[in-house]
């Protein structure tokens, strides 16, 4: 009996164990969950049963919406500058008859003295091209107004440039190309720098600088900065202006009484002297160009490449500028002008009557 009880006991436990056996294989070889499926008996901390998402795609751009507005870009310096100097030459060339240039525009005239002006929005540009020359025909302003026309020697057989040997002086025709603006320099050549000049005019400053050595003048040298400041210095120069009113008054006046000193409310008191300017070489063709072709005629502000220069500090910057145009006392927009350029030359000291006596003394013993 007790034998029986045991063997039924051992099957039991056996069959238990086997079940168990069964259940373990079973769960064991269960497939493991999906991405994003709960299992429901991983850990709070088993990240890696945790249900993963996946990142939402980027939203593609729809290309029917419009574009942003372009950034506005801030032009050069250089760009403003020439396009005040374009407005300046295009009223000058569209006028039929001298003396008649319409007046400049309020709005350019406050962009001139500095105020502010609303940025305009513009397309994003490629990089911009420095402005270029300008092809327009030659104006005939007509003959010099001096006393003899027939005695001076022509320097150019096409543009208003001549040498009087009489008075030692270079003569040249130019035009009022403005009346009221910060000046840089009092003359420049024509469609160079006419935004900040009172007066334009057709010649290559070359030939003046060869005129001015051919009357006796002596080229110095332009400013210079390194390493302290040496004004301009050369033989001075007096520059007069000469021209006539509407009803054909002939009137002649001292360049500087155009001039206004901003500090003393007073027309320019300094003189010009005969900087020379000075040449650079195109390394890649070797041909020398003059510098003061590029408008640094006359000036009134210091520059390197000065022809004429005042023997002063005088900033080119726009805030510092000493001088502008005395409006009141310069003729009309487009009025033909005659400049005359006189070298102030050393007279040649005569020897003393004493000493001619005693060299004739000398010579008698």
């Given at each position: 009996?007790e034998?029986?009880?045991?063997?039924?006991?051992?099957?039991?436990?056996?069959?238990?164990?086997?079940?168990?056996?069964?259940?373990?294989g079973?769960?064991?070889?269960?497939?493991?969950?999906?991405?994003?499926?709960?299992?429901?008996?991983?850990?709070?901390?088993?990240?890696?049963?945790?249900?993963?998402?996946?990142?939402?795609?980027?939203?593609?751009?729809?290309?029917?919406?419009?574009?942003?507005?372009?950034?506005?870009?801030?032009?050069?310096?250089?760009?403003?500058?020439?396009?005040?100097?374009?407005?300046?030459?295009?009223?000058?060339?569209?006028?039929?008859?001298?003396?008649?240039?319409?007046?400049?525009?309020?709005?350019?005239?406050?962009?001139?003295?500095?105020?502010?002006?609303?940025?305009?929005?513009?397309?994003?540009?490629?990089?911009?091209?420095?402005?270029?020359?300008?092809?327009?025909?030659?104006?005939?302003?007509?003959?010099?107004?001096?006393?003899?026309?027939?005695?001076?020697?022509?320097?150019?057989?096409?543009?208003?440039?001549?040498?009087?040997?009489?008075?030692?002086?270079?003569?040249?025709?130019?035009?009022?190309?403005?009346?009221?603006a910060?000046?840089?320099?009092?003359a420049?050549?024509?469609?160079?720098?006419?935004?900040?000049?009172?007066?334009?005019?057709?010649?290559?400053?070359?030939?003046?600088?060869?005129?001015?050595?051919?009357?006796?003048?002596?080229?110095?040298?332009?400013?210079?900065?390194?390493?302290?400041y040496?004004?301009?210095?050369?033989?001075?120069?007096?520059?007069?202006?000469?021209?006539?009113?509407?009803?054909?008054?002939?009137?002649?006046?001292?360049?500087?009484?155009?001039?206004?000193?901003?500090?003393?409310?007073?027309?320019?008191?300094?003189p010009?002297v005969?900087?020379?300017s000075?040449?650079?070489?195109?390394?890649?063709?070797?041909?020398?160009?003059?510098?003061?072709?590029?408008?640094?005629?006359?000036?009134?502000?210091?520059?390197?490449?000065?022809?004429?220069?005042?023997?002063?500090?005088?900033?080119?910057?726009?805030?510092?500028?000493?001088?502008?145009?005395?409006?009141?006392?310069?003729?009309p927009?487009?009025?033909?002008?005659?400049?005359?350029?006189?070298?102030?030359?050393?007279k040649?000291?005569?020897?003393?009557?004493?000493?001619?006596q005693?060299?004739?003394?000398?010579?008698?013993?």
């Amino acid at each position: 009996m007790e034998q029986s009880n045991v063997l039924r006991h051992l099957v039991c436990t056996t069959a238990i164990l086997a079940a168990a056996v069964v259940l373990a294989g079973c769960e064991a070889s269960a497939p493991e969950p999906r991405d994003g499926q709960p299992t429901g008996k991983a850990s709070a901390g088993d990240s890696s049963r945790q249900p993963q998402t996946e990142p939402e795609p980027a939203a593609k751009p729809d290309s029917g919406a419009a574009p942003e507005p372009p950034i506005p870009v801030r032009q050069p310096a250089w760009e403003e500058r020439a396009a005040r100097q374009k407005e300046v030459v295009d009223r000058l060339s569209e006028s039929k008859n001298p003396g008649m240039v319409q007046p400049e525009r309020p709005e350019a005239r406050a962009a001139a003295e500095g105020e502010p002006q609303p940025e305009p929005r513009r397309e994003p540009a490629a990089e911009a091209e420095p402005p270029r020359g300008d092809d327009r025909k030659p104006v005939d302003l007509g003959s010099p107004l001096v006393k003899d026309p027939k005695g001076l020697v022509r320097l150019d057989k096409t543009r208003p440039v001549w040498l009087d040997k009489a008075n030692k002086r270079v003569v040249m025709v130019g035009q009022i190309c403005q009346r009221d603006a910060p000046l840089e320099m009092f003359a420049c050549p024509r469609n160079t720098k006419e935004h900040e000049a009172i007066v334009s005019v057709d010649v290559e400053a070359q030939t003046v600088h060869a005129g001015l050595l051919a009357v006796g003048a002596k080229a110095g040298h332009p400013a210079r900065w390194d390493p302290t400041y040496v004004p301009a210095a050369g033989t001075e120069i007096e520059v007069t202006v000469a021209w006539k009113d509407k009803e054909g008054k002939p009137h002649t006046a001292r360049a500087q009484d155009w001039i206004l000193d901003v500090h003393t409310n007073k027309a320019m008191a300094h003189p010009w002297v005969f900087a020379g300017s000075g040449f650079w070489t195109d390394e890649a063709t070797g041909k020398k160009y003059y510098q003061a072709e590029g408008g640094d005629f006359i000036c009134v502000s210091n520059f390197p490449s000065a022809m004429l220069d005042l023997p002063i500090e005088s900033s080119q910057s726009n805030e510092s500028l000493l001088f502008r145009a005395f409006t009141e006392r310069i003729p009309p927009l487009g009025t033909p002008v005659t400049l005359l350029l006189t070298p102030k030359l050393e007279k040649e000291k005569k020897p003393k009557q004493k000493d001619s006596q005693e060299g004739a003394e000398k010579k008698a013993e």
